[in-house]
C-alpha cells in the first residue's frame, strides 16, 4: 500500500536502550507541531510493569490518548503497520544493524533517529533517512515534524555493496571483539 495514515510507529522495542522515552517526549512536541490526529503506534512484548510505568508517564505528559502500545503483535501485522505509517521514529541509543530502519526504509516510510554509529553506517547517504545528534530531543522533534508535514518525501532503499553474509560476519567480529576486551 502506498496510502500513508496519521501513524507515526516507533522502531524499536519499547525500552530506554531503543529510545522509548526519549520517543515519548519528542511525541509531545511533535503533536503540537503537525496540528492533526496523530497516534505513535509502540509495537513489541512488554513487562505489565514496564507498560504501567510508560502509560503512566504518558498520562503525566497529556499523551495518553495518543500513544497505542500494541504489544506483541505478528509479524505482518507490524509490516501493514510500518507501510500506512507516515514515517518511524527511531531514538535509538544502541544499535547494530537495525532491521527496523532496513524494513521502513523497504516499505516505503521515511526514518527519523539518532546519529548512532551503526546507523550512520548503513543509512545516513540515503533519502528518507534524517539522522540528528544523538540526545536532541528538539532536533528529533523539529526533523519529525518536517518529515511528517512533507507529502512529497522521497524513500529510497538500500544498496548494499556487501554480501548478507559479509555484513554478519562483521558484526560478529565487533561483537567478539566487544567480549574480548
Known amino acids: 500500500t502506498r496510502k500513508k495514515e496519521n501513524i507515526v510507529i516507533f522502531g524499536g522495542r519499547p ?27 509502540v509495537t513489541g512484548d512488554i513487562q505489565p510493569n514496564i507498560l504501567a510505568e510508560l502509560k503512566s508517564f504518558c498520562q503525566r505528559i497529556n499523551i495518553e490518548d495518543k500513544v497505542l502500545f500494541t504489544g506483541f503483535i505478528p509479524r505482518e501485522e507490524r509490516l501493514s503497520l510500518v507501510t500506512k505509517a507516515k514515517m518511524m521514529l527511531y531514538p535509538s541509543h544502541a544499535d547494530s544493524f537495525s532491521y527496523a530502519v532496513l524494513e521502513a526504509l523497504n516499505l516505503n516510510t521515511p526514518v527519523v533517529a539518532y546519529d548512532i554509529p551503526a546507523l550512520r553506517l548503513y543509512y545516513s547517504n540515503l533519502e528518507g533517512v534524517t539522522l540528528v545528534r544523538e540526545s536532541d530531543i528538539e532536533a528529533l522533534t523539529q526533523k519529525s515534524i518536517e518529515t511528517i508535514s512533507n507529502e512529497n518525501i522521497k524513500v529510497e532503499k538500500p544498496k548494499f555493496i556487501k ?15 566487544c567480549l574480548t576486551k
Open 15 to 41: 525500552a530506554p536502550e531503543k529510545g522509548i522515552i526519549d520517543a515519548l517526549l519528542s511525541w509531545k512536541k511533535i503533536l503540537r507541531g503537525v496540528n492533526r490526529d496523530y497516534k505513535l503506534v
Open 163 to 177: 554480501r548478507w553474509d559479509d555484513i554478519m560476519d562483521e558484526e560478529t567480529k565487533i561483537i567478539r571483539f
